[in-house]
């Protein structure tokens, strides 16, 4: 008899997977609410990503004075007006997207990346570990998570990196809330009691059957979180505490535009109407995920 | 005779809750059982079944007690200490899907005892683990294959396949087949019980199923409320019970025929493991109670068969 | 005279990712005023969903009706108006399943639930909705006639302060409610321990003897179905394959998917009797087997088997789904 065993091909070894993933693109296909989130949401990273490229106005983003064009309406020049330097608006608002991008991904990683380890040690292993950094958790939760914020950026001084790190301090304890109720869940399937059955350690069985089981609620909060994290840094920019004028920032920009409502409506309005849009595609499209990935949750 | 595999004594687990009250959902039992015999442990839910498995087995910590596994008293061993007892006994759950990780391959769920326990790794492990599906009836092409593809009994043999891995003595089955088709758990305890000759293995088997128990099984243990109330030789128990509860658990059996709707031979229900009546704890239900039983607490008693009621 | 419950040639689907999943292939099945049937398979054989069909349960889409009709009481059950819906579900046709607790409202007292389901029950019969304290006392009545020790007490308690045994016994009861003509039990007693079986299975057999309830019990237990029934349907893949008299049907199967299935039940009575599977799995409903659903497992297929769906047919005294159904004895 033969031991080694004919590999299979890629796609013979995946075709789970692969039907799986074919599954999820059918399911998430056909949702309306799903797939207007996508679509946002793919507009919102093209624009990030190829923003300065595409924009007529490249330099009016680093603040460009171009005073004669100051406070123009909407028109084919320029489509969403002009603001008080003369600056393209439109140009302005779609540059923007990528300070929102890496700000959204930064708050969202650093929680996730502090977050879901402590939430796995407090669900898995239980006992005094999980009193210690539930309570920690409960701290932190306990405190409105945007006055919090405020005040760490009073300690360090306004500017958008402290605003950054500010929201990624006070954003982790939703995961560990999240990860641990998951990983305390599964602590007692039958599958982790199996491979404690034969020996297992700790370590294999938090990184092979407990981690990637977690995954999929993960995903779904910070596909979500994104939205919440690009309102929350956009709301310290428009108290004066995060990005600062000239920078391409839409909090920041409706904060200077307030002083010029309502005559000069444009500049206030398509700011916040992209703060909108993205926070609803972010919104939505975790919406599509979690009814896809995470279907028990969904139903109420 | 033979000296017991497995030797349980006092085996108790108490789950204490708020205001000095406990759950004592194993309330000190006595097992043994010898190489290659097969014992049921039946009772209803919440008769503590269950933890007697995962106390055996360590997965949960037993209050107090003594387990005994080849002369080893392993309730009180460390995990690095607990290793190589993890190689001699395997467990096997009621519910196939939830055994299986969701996101693991089958060969990977076949393959962890061996990578656990350093037995095997490269084309070694392959050569296994497609050998281990053979012998529990699965084609090679289900070793790429997830749970989520696989019906229930293919899945039990999974199951049991990872549970061979290691060439275990013990297995303790936690109602194997309860999760599953008749025609399925047809096939399944007919494998279970070739297994068991072929490989000299012995089984603790437990099930709320009693004509389940009574195909497989040699002995069997009767538990109500955290103690074992009667045991003896499958045929002795099942025909002529000596215990009341043990009667009523057979009265209540529907047999596979028309018209044999049995009275219902017990009122009310098991009462909580929080609040164990004084005396015999089957006393509240039981229709032989006499005034002592509310008093005094019996014992198991007797040789071959053994059976805790002061009526018997 | 006229069947209570006519199921004709009825065939449903489910439309999914994978495409059409046909779960019913035409069941026939008429039930007389007074009947106990229970129907017996196992998982995806479809018992399930027919039971849900006949109060118009399963929901559309993603069902979907390919032909066939249900008549309750000679009337068409899928042309109904809402009116007529809510009539049939209370006073023709209650239903209780598996699990109670999904049934039960969590955060409302069990006398508060049964109120509402007695008036909505007044509504639906185009009767005057009965005031809170005398449908209370109905409750109370309704309670103490399924057997539970102190009913008015009772009505004050919450579903999770109850026994499975108990909240089974408070489904019962709002079950009977209505009035209904017919009681559909769809595993009723299979989550519950089994001398709490025995007790709600007798409390049933009482219901149905005393009350006169038409009786459709659906269990994958042969045990259960033999206490209660007196006729037996088996289904597998979503076809009837044999519907028999019971007492004919345990003695003398004769489709051998029913005696594959009486051979795998271990039975405590006869020790000797070495359990025996029915080789295979169940069919992919998605791309069923073409012919009779049972031939690729069938220790009697030939090769008619697989080309040509066998009808019920009358056979020694029972409809049976089978080619060979004379020679299988």
Same mark, same amino acid.
């Given at each position: 008899?033969?031991?080694?065993?004919?590999?299979?091909?890629?796609?013979?070894?995946?075709?789970?997977?692969?039907?799986?993933?074919?599954?999820?693109?059918?399911?998430?296909?056909?949702?309306?609410?799903?797939?207007?989130?996508?679509?946002?949401?793919?507009?919102?990273?093209?624009?990030?990503?190829?923003?300065?490229?595409?924009?007529?106005?490249?330099?009016?983003?680093?603040?460009?004075?171009?005073?004669?064009?100051?406070? !123009?309406?909407?028109?084919?020049?320029?489509?969403?007006?002009?603001?008080?330097?003369?600056?393209?608006?439109?140009?302005?608002?779609?540059?923007?997207?990528?300070?929102?991008?890496?700000?959204?991904?930064?708050?969202?990683?650093?929680?996730?990346?502090?977050?879901?380890?402590?939430?796995?040690?407090?669900?898995?292993?239980?006992?005094?570990?999980?009193?210690?950094?539930?309570?920690?958790?409960?701290?932190?939760?306990?405190?409105?998570?945007?006055?919090?914020?405020?005040?760490?950026?009073?300690?360090?001084?306004?500017?958008?990196?402290?605003?950054?790190?500010?929201?990624?301090?006070?954003?982790?304890?939703?995961?560990?809330?999240?990860?641990?109720? !998951?990983?305390?869940?599964?602590?007692?399937?039958?599958?982790?009691?199996?491979?404690?059955?034969?020996?297992?350690?700790?370590?294999?069985?938090?990184?092979?059957?407990?981690?990637?089981?977690?995954?999929?609620?993960?995903?779904? !909060?910070?596909?979500?979180?994104?939205?919440?994290?690009?309102?929350?840094?956009?709301?310290?920019?428009?108290?004066?505490?995060?990005?600062?004028?000239?920078?391409?920032?839409?909090?920041?920009?409706?904060?200077?535009?307030?002083?010029?409502?309502?005559?000069?409506?444009?500049?206030?309005?398509?700011?916040?109407?992209?703060?909108?849009?993205?926070?609803?595609?972010?919104?939505?499209?975790?919406?599509?995920?979690?009814?896809?990935?995470?279907? !028990?949750?969904?139903?109420? | 005779?033979?000296?017991?595999?497995?030797?349980?004594?006092?085996?108790?687990?108490?789950?204490?809750?708020?205001?000095?009250?406990?759950?004592?959902?194993?309330?000190?039992?006595?097992?043994?059982?010898?190489?290659?015999?097969?014992?049921?442990?039946?009772?209803?839910?919440?008769?503590?079944?269950?933890?007697?498995?995962?106390?055996?087995?360590?997965?949960?910590?037993?209050?107090?007690?003594?387990?005994?596994?080849?002369?080893?008293?392993?309730?009180?061993?460390?995990?690095?200490?607990?290793?190589?007892?993890?190689?001699?006994?395997?467990?096997?759950?009621?519910?196939?899907?939830?055994?299986?990780?969701?996101?693991?391959?089958?060969?990977?769920?076949?393959?962890?005892?061996?990578?656990?326990?350093?037995?095997?790794?490269?084309?070694?492990?392959?050569?296994?683990?497609?050998?281990?599906?053979?012998?529990?009836?699965?084609?090679?092409?289900?070793?790429?294959?997830?749970?989520?593809?696989?019906?229930?009994?293919?899945?039990?043999?999974?199951?049991?396949?990872?549970?061979?891995?290691?060439?275990?003595?013990?297995?303790?089955?936690?109602?194997?087949?309860?999760?599953?088709?008749?025609?399925?758990?047809?096939?399944?305890?007919?494998?279970?019980?070739?297994?068991?000759?072929?490989?000299?293995?012995?089984?603790?088997?437990?099930?709320?199923?009693?004509?389940?128990?009574?195909?497989?099984?040699?002995?069997?243990?009767?538990?109500?409320?955290?103690?074992?109330?009667?045991?003896?030789?499958?045929?002795?128990?099942?025909?002529?019970?000596?215990?009341?509860?043990?009667?009523?658990?057979?009265?209540?059996?529907?047999?596979?025929?028309?018209?044999?709707?049995?009275?219902?031979?017990?009122?009310?229900?098991?009462?909580?493991?929080?609040?164990?009546?004084?005396?015999?704890?089957?006393?509240?239900?039981?229709?032989?109670?006499?005034?002592?039983?509310?008093?005094?607490?019996?014992?198991?008693?007797?040789?071959?068969?053994?059976?805790?009621?002061?009526?018997? | 005279?006229?069947?209570?419950?006519?199921?004709?040639?009825?065939?449903?689907?489910?439309?999914?990712?994978?495409?059409?999943?046909?779960?019913?292939?035409?069941?026939?099945?008429?039930?007389?005023?007074?009947?106990?049937?229970?129907?017996?398979?196992?998982?995806?054989?479809?018992?399930?969903?027919?039971?849900?069909?006949?109060?118009?349960? %399963?929901? =559309?889409?993603?069902?979907?009706?390919?032909?066939?009709?249900?008549?309750?009481?000679?009337?068409?059950?899928?042309? =109904?108006?809402?009116?007529?819906?809510?009539?049939?579900?209370?006073?023709?046709?209650?239903?209780?399943?598996?699990?109670?607790? @999904?049934?039960? *409202?969590?955060?409302?007292?069990?006398?508060?639930?049964?109120?509402?389901?007695?008036?909505?029950?007044?509504?639906?019969?185009?009767?005057?909705?009965?005031?809170?304290?005398?449908?209370? @006392?109905?409750?109370?009545?309704?309670?103490?006639?399924?057997?539970?020790?102190?009913?008015?007490?009772?009505?004050?308690?919450?579903?999770?302060?109850?026994?499975?045994?108990?909240?089974?016994?408070?489904?019962?009861?709002?079950?009977?409610?209505?009035?209904?003509?017919?009681?559909?039990?769809?595993?009723? @007693?299979?989550?519950?321990?089994?001398?709490?079986?025995?007790?709600?299975?007798?409390?049933?057999?009482?219901? %149905?003897?005393?009350?006169?309830?038409?009786?459709?019990?659906?269990?994958?237990?042969?045990? %259960?179905?033999?206490?209660?029934?007196?006729?037996?349907?088996?289904?597998?893949?979503?076809? %009837?394959?044999?519907?028999?008299?019971?007492?004919?049907?345990?003695?003398?199967?004769?489709?051998?998917?029913?005696?594959?299935?009486?051979?795998?039940?271990?039975?405590?009575?006869?020790?000797?009797?070495?359990?025996?599977?029915?080789?295979?799995?169940?069919? *992919?409903?998605?791309?069923?087997?073409?012919?009779?659903?049972?031939?690729?497992?069938?220790?009697?297929?030939?090769?008619?088997?697989?080309?040509?769906?066998?009808?019920?047919?009358?056979?020694?005294?029972?409809?049976?789904?089978?080619?060979?159904?004379?020679?299988?004895?």
């Amino acid at each position: 008899m033969s031991v080694a065993l004919a590999r299979p091909s890629f796609s013979e070894r995946h075709a789970a997977t692969l039907r799986q993933l074919r599954f999820y693109v059918w399911s998430f296909g056909r949702s309306p609410s799903s797939m207007l989130g996508l679509a946002i949401v793919s507009v919102f990273l093209l624009l990030a990503a190829f923003g300065p490229w595409i924009v007529p106005y490249p330099l009016d983003g680093a603040g460009a004075m171009n005073l004669g064009n100051r406070l !123009k309406p909407p028109s084919a020049a320029h489509w969403f007006g002009t603001d008080e330097m003369g600056n393209d608006l439109f140009s302005r608002v779609v540059l923007a997207t990528r300070t929102s991008l890496w700000v959204g991904l930064t708050i969202v990683g650093v929680a996730t990346l502090v977050g879901v380890p402590l939430g796995i040690a407090a669900g898995y292993f239980g006992g005094v570990v999980r009193t210690v950094i539930m309570r920690v958790t409960d701290v932190f939760l306990s405190v409105p998570g945007i006055v919090l914020a405020l005040a760490i950026v009073a300690a360090l001084g306004p500017g958008i990196l402290n605003g950054i790190v500010a929201l990624s301090i006070v954003w982790w304890p939703g995961y560990v809330r999240l990860v641990e109720a !998951k990983a305390l869940a599964l602590r007692n399937e039958p599958f982790v009691e199996a491979a404690r059955s034969v020996g297992a350690g700790h370590a294999r069985i938090l990184a092979l059957h407990i981690l990637p089981n977690c995954t999929s609620p993960i995903i779904v !909060k910070a596909s979500m979180d994104m939205g919440l994290a690009i309102l929350a840094a956009a709301s310290l920019g428009f108290i004066g505490l995060g990005a600062k004028p000239p920078a391409p920032e839409w909090g920041a920009m409706i904060s200077v535009a307030r002083t010029y409502m309502p005559n000069w409506w444009w500049y206030a309005v398509f700011p916040g109407f992209a703060i909108y849009l993205t926070v609803l595609g972010f919104n939505l499209f975790g919406d599509g995920l979690r009814d896809i990935l995470d279907p !028990k949750s969904s139903r109420g | 005779m033979t000296a017991p595999l497995l030797e349980v004594t006092g085996l108790a687990k108490t789950y204490p809750l708020k205001g000095g009250r406990a759950v004592r959902a194993v309330d000190g039992i006595d097992l043994a059982l010898t190489p290659g015999e097969s014992l049921g442990l039946v009772g209803e839910s919440g008769c503590g079944k269950s933890t007697v498995a995962r106390l055996l087995l360590r997965l949960i910590e037993p209050t107090s007690g003594v387990i005994r596994f080849a002369g080893t008293n392993i309730a009180t061993l460390s995990d690095a200490a607990l290793r190589p007892f993890r190689r001699d006994a395997q467990i096997i759950f009621q519910n196939p899907h939830a055994a299986l990780n969701p996101r693991r391959t089958v060969f990977a769920s076949v393959a962890e005892p061996l990578v656990v326990q350093r037995i095997a790794s490269g084309t070694e492990l392959q050569g296994r683990v497609a050998r281990l599906l053979q012998q529990v009836g699965l084609p090679e092409t289900f070793l790429w294959r997830y749970p989520h593809e696989l019906s229930g009994g293919q899945k039990q043999r999974v199951c049991i396949a990872r549970a061979l891995a290691l060439e275990p003595k013990l297995v303790v089955l936690d109602e194997p087949t309860s999760a599953l088709d008749v025609s399925v758990q047809a096939q399944i305890l007919d494998f279970l019980q070739d297994l068991r000759t072929r490989f000299g293995l012995t089984y603790l088997f437990i099930s709320h199923n009693l004509a389940v128990v009574r195909q497989v099984c040699d002995r069997v243990a009767v538990m109500y409320l955290g103690r074992i109330v009667e045991e003896g030789p499958a045929e002795q128990v099942f025909a002529a019970p000596r215990h009341p509860y043990t009667r009523a658990l057979v009265a209540s059996v529907l047999p596979p025929r028309p018209g044999a709707l049995p009275d219902a031979p017990l009122a009310g229900d098991v009462p909580n493991a929080a609040e164990i009546p004084p005396g015999c704890r089957f006393a509240p239900r039981c229709p032989l109670r006499m005034e002592r039983c509310t008093r005094d607490d019996p014992a198991l008693e007797g040789n071959a068969h053994r059976v805790a009621c002061w009526a018997a | 005279m006229t069947p209570l419950l006519d199921i004709r040639g009825y065939r449903l689907a489910f439309d999914g990712f994978e495409g059409r999943a046909e779960v019913l292939d035409g069941i026939d099945l008429a039930v007389q005023p007074g009947e106990t049937v229970g129907i017996v398979g196992e998982t995806g054989c479809g018992k399930s969903v027919l039971a849900r069909s006949i109060a118009r349960l %399963v929901e =559309m889409p993603p069902g979907r009706v390919l032909g066939g009709s249900i008549a309750f009481e000679g009337q068409d059950v899928f042309a =109904m108006d809402g009116r007529a819906l809510a009539r049939l579900r209370g006073h023709g046709v209650a239903m209780i399943f598996q699990d109670p607790m @999904t049934y039960l *409202n969590p955060v409302f007292s069990i006398g508060s639930q049964m109120v509402d389901v007695i008036r909505a029950h007044d509504r639906a019969e185009g009767r005057s909705m009965r005031a809170r304290p005398a449908a209370r @006392t109905r409750a109370a009545e309704l309670l103490a006639a399924v057997r539970l020790p102190e009913p008015d007490r009772l009505l004050d308690r919450y579903p999770h302060e109850l026994s499975g045994g108990m909240r089974q016994r408070v489904l019962i009861a709002m079950a009977l409610s209505g009035e209904p003509r017919m009681l559909v039990a769809d595993e009723p @007693t299979t989550a519950l321990d089994v001398t709490i079986q025995a007790q709600v299975l007798r409390l049933i057999a009482e219901l %149905v003897a005393t009350r006169g309830l038409t009786l459709l019990l659906i269990s994958h237990d042969l045990g %259960v179905i033999g206490a209660l029934c007196r006729r037996v349907v088996v289904m597998y893949a979503g076809t %009837v394959v044999e519907d028999a008299d019971a007492g004919l049907l345990f003695d003398r199967p004769r489709h051998p998917y029913t005696r594959g299935l009486l051979a795998a039940v271990p039975d405590l009575a006869r020790p000797d009797h070495r359990v025996a599977g029915i080789p295979g799995h169940i069919p *992919n409903l998605l791309a069923p087997p073409g012919g009779c659903r049972f031939h690729p497992r069938c220790p009697l297929a030939i090769p008619r088997c697989a080309a040509e769906k066998p009808g019920l047919r009358d056979v020694d005294g029972r409809r049976v789904a089978c080619h060979r159904a004379e020679e299988a004895a």
